[in-house]
């Protein structure tokens, strides 16, 4: 990024991680032995600006496609202002040039262009008031969950079924994210932990202790051993990073704030095939942010 | 070919050819080719505050001698779970490093229930407003937080034609020539009002094009009605140049009215006419040659900065769009400039961030709306 410098992506907490990865550095020399920890700078200028004055509401899911194609829903209309900040959007407008919210579902290439975008009522189903997140399987269809249902799109937007909701391995979770050893992680929020299972039965839990109410989105990170865990904590504005054999916190990444790299409402997270991260941000957050990934240490 | 058809021949040549020097001309004019500064956003400005401090509606920007940026912003509008609201009053080196706060309710004076505006005099003391519907008062500061002056009182104002208080203050501007401070009042008068700058006594005071203030209320601004002849509340801003012209942001009205010092009317601009509710026009800064030749507007309801030639006031070309995204906005409520040409911005409602455009120089402009301005990759 010529003419930009990088920043860490949060005061405070960076200060601290960055002592805390120099005694990691000291001890690795002393042990050869210290804990890597998975490193991220956001990109400010990802993704680029959406057409048409279109504006997001609050984002409640984020996935990525086998294309590391990232994809979003949000809520529109129903989480802006209309009378200030969706003047476009209103019948009959109150603004000349801004803003109007963007289609529901949202699908940018890596470098971070708008390449699809649809959603909403349509014939066949029933659009959910409030969308509450978004999934994309192998062969590209997109899941949107919500109001207690499951609708299946191509990823062009067809609709293709209502699929029947599953229960949750855990009453009331809120992501359910299969590991490729067979470990399924659940999003337990009310109980403030993270549940791994196998075939159906925990296996063991990580109660993330800091903080009122930390799991609300949990993303593995793309080593073939998908060796960390990054739990999107949307009431403390931060992404928690966990060892995934010990499911301990070993790292943490951006603090609350409206600037890049910070965080108001992160609720939804996502890796793609490089290790890069990206959350969505609810509340009044509305954003997709990227964090590049600058490998571990 | 005979004589006569090669004539006409060599005629229709010629037509096409003055048509194609006209498509010229047309395609030139309609792209309208002007001279303005250009601005990118730098993302990275300013710098993390310590504590994970954040902003609330941040709702008053201004710079000192030293290039120092100054904000007042409303940390009891901090949600919970929004993170430590920051102390009101947040001065900022020209780094981006957080280097002064204060602010707040003390001893010897009525700190505003809605803070708004805020600005450093040539004598480096700071002025702030409030626009509480009991907000009739302003306060001055020294640099570093001490009290110095209060005028007028909480819940007291008499109207537009009271000379003790005001009505829900705006903005300030301190004239060092004349050592006057000009009052954007406000949310509850329709009105300029002058004062000493040091004693606070009350010089004069008008409304739109020079009327007496009148606070008949208007009702809901109509972009097809004849132009009102009061402000329409907020009167939002009122800054002098250094030829001698104060411009006052009619922000409902969607008008800019530009003034002699004492009041005499001097000429209008209406900015984006449609624009309803909130209105288009909220603050103005100068770019800082020494003619001040631009003129930088701030609309927060199309979330955009105007660039204007400040003499003619035409407007040259926009920068901004809505959005969470650096270089977006919402609710993009004051502006400023620094000595070396760049743009500092702040947003209320859920924008709630002070931003930096770094001024790149004059170029020729196409565009006369830029959208996003990012650094070039």
Known sequence: ?297 | MSRRLLIAASFAAALVGLATIDVRLERAAAQGVVQAPRFEVDPFWPKPMPNHWVLGETIGLGIDAQDHVWIVHRQNKVAKNEGPGAPWVLEFDPAGSLVGHWGGPGEGYDWPKSNHGIFIDYKDNIWIGGNDATDAHILKFTHSGKFLMQLGHPGQSKGSNDTENFGRVAKIFVDPRANEAYIADGYGNRRVAVLDADTGKFKRYWGAYGHRPDDTNLGTYNPDAPPAQQFRTPVHCADLSNDGLLYVCDRPNDRLQVFKPDGTFVKEKIIAKKTLGDGSVWDVAFSRDPAQKYMYLADGKNEKIYVMDRQSLEILTSFGDGGRQPGQFFGVHSIATDSKGNIYTTETYQGRRLQKFVYKGIVSVTKTDQGTVWPRR
Request: net charge neutral.
């Open chain 1, 1 to 297: 990024m010529p003419g930009l410098k990088a920043q860490p992506t949060a005061g405070v907490y960076c200060r601290s991680m960055t002592r805390t990865a120099v005694l990691v550095a000291a001890a690795a020399l002393l042990f050869a032995a210290a804990d890597p920890v998975p490193r991220f700078e956001v990109d400010p200028l990802w993704p680029k600006p959406l057409p048409n004055h279109w504006i997001l509401g609050s984002v409640t899911g984020v996935a990525v496609d086998t294309r590391d194609h990232v994809w979003l829903v949000h809520l529109g209309m129903e989480s802006l202002t209309a009378k200030t900040e969706a003047g476009l959007g209103t019948n009959p407008p109150t603004a000349e040039t801004c803003c109007t919210p963007a289609p529901p579902v949202l699908e940018f290439d890596p470098s971070g262009n708008l390449v699809g975008h649809w959603g909403g009522p349509g014939a066949g189903f029933e659009w959910p008031k409030a969308p509450a997140g978004i999934d994309v399987d192998r062969e590209g269809n997109v899941s949107i969950r919500g109001d207690g249902q499951v609708l299946k799109f191509t990823r062009m937007g067809t609709f293709v079924a209502q699929i029947p909701v599953e229960s949750p391995p855990v009453p009331a979770a809120t992501c359910v994210r299969p590991a490729k050893d067979g470990i399924v992680y659940v999003c337990d929020r009310k109980n403030k932990r993270v549940q791994a299972m196998k075939d159906g039965r925990p296996l063991k839990e990580a109660v993330v202790t800091i903080g009122a109410d930390p799991v609300w989105d949990i993303a593995l990170s793309a080593d073939p051993q998908q060796r960390f865990i990054y739990v999107a904590d949307g009431n403390d504005q931060t992404v928690w990073v966990l060892r995934r054999d010990t499911l301990v916190v070993v790292s943490h990444i951006g603090s609350p704030g409206r600037y890049p790299g910070l965080f108001y409402g992160v609720g939804s997270i996502a890796v793609d095939s490089k290790g890069n991260l990206y959350t969505g941000e609810t509340f009044e957050g509305k954003r997709l942010q990227k964090f590049i990934y600058k490998g571990t240490r």
